[in-house]
């Protein structure tokens, strides 16, 4: 089966950093992608994972264990805009028929 | 604009009927893949078309199908429609049989509201 988890909301000052984590057990593992949605808005593309570390892209970032099933989103400089709830999905095996999202973090951003 | 067309963008309609929602890929990507998002919830995989052919079910409902044109466009049929059905539809696309190293590109989503 595959099963992947994700805290369910964050809180956060403006400014400050934050982490959301994610575990997963898939069968095989193809790369680990994170998403931003804001509410009843479109999930869009944040970054790609598929060796073990850190990938940095301006002000996110995002750490991969492969022997771990581990992933963490790291948010730096928090805006308001970055309210919005955060997926993580994972490419199994057979690509298109693993593709599997997890239940998204919650964050919320205050002032 | 990600390229991925959905139309309508709202739909209000009441229990028992049957709806249509459209998608357009992003041009020249093959591959058209259907998602449910009720409230709250997370993504749950609906179905995966790839150049006209069906190539992955996921949870989808019986009185639910779907079918991709030879122009690439999808459509998703939802039937016999219950309160439940209310959710936001979204439709992604990819250049080959499964997410590439950017994923999926999302459409905006189809808001059904069965009343």
């Known amino acids: 089966g595959q099963n992947i988890d994700q805290p369910t909301e964050m809180t956060a000052t403006e400014g400050a950093i934050v982490q959301i984590n994610c575990t997963y057990q898939?069968?095989?593992?193809?790369?680990l992608f994170w998403y931003q949605q804001h509410a009843g808005e479109a999930p869009t593309f944040l970054s790609y994972?598929?060796?073990?570390g850190l990938e940095e892209k301006g002000r996110f970032s995002s750490f991969l264990s492969r022997s771990k099933g581990y992933s963490y989103l790291l948010l730096k400089e928090l805006q308001m805009k970055d309210s919005a709830s955060y997926l993580c999905a994972v490419r199994g095996d057979n690509y298109g028929q693993n593709f599997v999202f997890g239940p998204g973090t919650r964050l919320s951003v205050l002032p | 604009d990600s390229g991925v067309t959905q139309t309508p963008k709202h739909l209000i309609t009441a229990t028992g009927q049957r709806v249509t929602l459209r998608c357009s890929p992003r041009?020249?990507?093959?591959?058209v893949y259907w998602y449910q998002q009720s409230l709250d919830q997370g993504l749950q995989f609906l179905i995966h078309y790839y150049n006209g052919e069906e190539r992955a079910k996921g949870n989808i409902l019986e009185r639910f199908s779907a079918q991709q044109f030879p122009d690439l466009h999808s459509e998703l049929n939802l039937s016999s429609l219950e309160l439940g059905d209310s959710a936001l539809y979204f439709c992604a696309s990819s250049v080959g049989g499964g997410p590439d190293i950017s994923g999926y590109t999302f459409g905006s989503g189809t808001r059904l509201t069965v009343v």
């Open positions: 898939t069968s095989g593992f193809n790369g």
């Open positions: 994972n598929v060796l073990d």
């Open positions: 041009s020249g990507d093959l591959s």
